[in-house]
């Protein structure tokens, strides 16, 4: 069974600094990668999603991650944050034949001081 | 297009007592979806459809029923409520990307306090 594991449960970072924050995940099969934001109170928005190809993926909002088979990792980064980013930041696995079925991450809280 | 929707947003319920968290979505996707927030566990999936009339488990099933009586609409309910099911509750829908791969669109979620 896959698992996710999110190495950083809070990354406090201060604004146009840069981020990464990291993502592991364990399966023996083929995977599909999501990274998802939420904001506070609000439910959760996709910003960027690895399927094949291209091992360095763009987003939404600035962000990117590297999908690193070898290492089984998928690190979301950022070259320049602002205060707007501060959110809860969520990386996914679905993988195989059970697409449509989610498995997450602990989540990592970003925080953006000024 | 609303996309996904969730009612109510806010509920207090008292140990034993029933309720039924309502979902819909508007994009015509078949696989529909409930999660459960945790704090430091992330999402986890309670129950799943691929389609009117065919539901199944996921991770945490327990205390939760499913019904998908239309492409519509998928309610959660929750037949005797626990303490233990405190907690966020999120719907999502999906959309097929290629042939093993889809991208899920989430409700606003529903916040629950049982006590």
């Known amino acids: 069974a896959q698992s996710v594991t999110q190495l950083d449960s809070q990354v406090p970072v201060f604004e146009e600094a840069p981020v990464e924050l990291r993502c592991n995940y364990s399966?023996?099969?083929?995977?599909?990668l999501f990274w998802y934001v939420q904001y506070p109170n609000q439910g959760l928005q996709l910003l960027l999603k690895?399927?094949?190809?291209?091992?360095l993926v763009k987003g939404i909002n600035g962000f990117e991650a590297e999908f690193n088979k070898s290492q089984t990792s998928f690190h979301l980064r950022k070259p320049s944050v602002h205060i707007s980013d501060t959110a809860e930041y969520f990386c996914?696995?679905?993988?195989?034949?059970?697409?449509?079925?989610?498995?997450f991450g602990g989540g990592t809280r970003l925080m953006v001081k000024p | 297009n609303a996309g996904v929707t969730q009612t109510p947003k806010f509920q207090v319920l008292k140990t034993g007592q029933s309720m039924t968290l309502q979902c819909a979505q508007d994009?015509?996707?078949?696989?529909m979806s409930w999660y459960r927030q945790d704090p430091g566990m992330g999402l986890r999936l309670i129950h799943y459809?691929?389609?009117?009339?065919?539901?199944d488990q996921g991770e945490v099933p327990n205390g939760y029923n499913v019904s998908r009586s239309t492409t519509e609409d998928f309610p959660l309910r929750l037949l005797s409520a626990a303490p233990s099911q405190t907690s966020v509750y999120f719907c999502?829908?999906?959309?097929?990307?290629?042939?093993?791969?889809?991208?899920?669109?989430f409700g606003p979620g529903t916040r629950l306090t049982v006590t």
């Open positions: 999502a829908s999906s959309q097929r990307l290629r042939r093993f791969s889809y991208e899920q669109y």
């Open positions: 399966s023996s099969v083929s995977v599909y």
């Open positions: 690895y399927l094949s190809g291209s091992t």
């Open positions: 996914a696995v679905s993988e195989g034949n059970a697409g449509n079925m989610l498995t």
């Open positions: 994009m015509n996707h078949e696989y």
């Open positions: 459809s691929v389609g009117a009339g065919i539901t």
